[in-house]
């Protein structure tokens, strides 16, 4: 196919409000040697992609400025350096940036096959979670068979992915959700107990649960006020991972529980780390997930979709709350 010199693409002019997002022309990327330019098909939405156009998260000096961490769709050239992938693949793929454009240029290792039971739809909802929640949960976190689980956000794309995925290594898995209705849609996912944090003492809800004893490993995109009752909330030797701030970076804390339950207090952010690093993540990954998304055994949770063009619509529905699931762009004419 004949590659255009320039392409449409959602930027950031200013930070703001959805209406920060303006359609503007680009010239389509130029690859290095160990990338391939992609033909977006779709593209996810993500809570980073909020907190940029706000200007609360920092671009590397390295990625694209316009905005979008996953895409799926087509190969249409590789480079020099590039083996993994040949024109005409169809992949998923994490991106450094640009994925809210109609050409995407990706590094080759952090391209996944799209099984084929999966729509160009869901495809584009699974790098940035899958990568996030396999990395700090079990990576980082280690969790195993037995063990008991909890996630904050249970009906966000975090929230899912993870719930399925402890579920299917054989977790008990608890969450928290801000609905009746996402509480009973977090349970219908696999869940084993879902608590309405608007009405619920969830901390209590936690310690009653497990009779007292806490949670092995706690995913928590909060932080702020919940910090210290996620602590709390842990058992002996048990791993605190932090990935988000929605509810604030700091809190005062009483660290006597971290020392008398030997607990680890871990978290990460993903896009800064090394191309090595996020290949390491793709890796593990096609071997220990993709089957399981090839087999139906978990797999994205999509809530709505959008046009490119109506990326702002997009972001002013992850900013309600709202979602039950993953957002994600088509991109075509509008």
Request: a negative charge; glycine letters at 10%.
């Amino acid at each position: 196919m004949t590659i255009p010199e320039t392409m449409r693409a959602i930027a950031i002019e200013e930070p703001g409000g959805p209406e920060a997002l303006v359609e503007v022309m680009e010239p389509v990327p130029t690859i290095g040697d160990e990338e391939v330019l992609v033909k977006v098909a779709t593209a996810g939405v993500n809570r980073p992609d909020v907190l940029q156009r706000q200007g609360l998260y920092p671009v590397p000096a390295d990625a694209s400025r316009l905005p979008g961490l996953e895409i799926a769709g087509e190969v249409v050239a590789t480079g020099k350096a590039a083996k993994r992938w040949t024109v005409g693949d169809t992949v998923m793929a994490l991106t450094h940036g640009g994925g809210y454009a109609e050409y995407c240029r990706v590094n080759e290792a952090h391209c996944l096959p799209v099984p084929p039971r999966l729509s160009l739809i869901e495809a584009a909802a699974i790098p940035e979670t899958f990568f996030t929640v396999w990395y700090n949960v079990f990576m980082r976190s280690r969790l195993a068979a037995g063990e008991t689980f909890l996630v904050h956000g249970g009906s966000s794309g975090i929230g899912t992915t993870a719930i399925q995925l402890a579920k299917a290594h054989g977790c008990t898995v608890i969450t928290t959700a801000g609905s009746k209705d996402k509480c009973r849609f977090c349970e219908e996912l696999g869940a084993d107990k879902a608590i309405n944090y608007r009405t619920e003492d969830w901390q209590r809800k936690v310690r009653d649960f497990t009779d007292g004893r806490g949670v092995d490993v706690l995913l928590d995109m909060v932080a702020g006020p919940y910090m210290q009752k996620n602590l709390e909330s842990m058992a002996l030797e048990g791993r605190y991972c932090i990935i988000a701030f929605l509810q604030g970076p700091t809190a005062e804390l009483n660290m006597r529980v971290v020392l008398g339950r030997r607990l680890t207090i871990t978290g990460s952010t993903l896009r800064p780390q090394s191309a090595a690093d996020k290949a390491t993540i793709a890796a593990e990954l096609n071997e220990h997930v993709l089957p399981l998304i090839a087999d139906g055994t978990v797999g994205p949770i999509i809530d709505s979709t959008f046009s490119l063009g109506d990326a702002a619509a997009a972001h002013t529905r992850m900013e309600s709350s709202e979602h039950k699931g993953k957002l994600v762009l088509v991109i075509g004419p509008d």
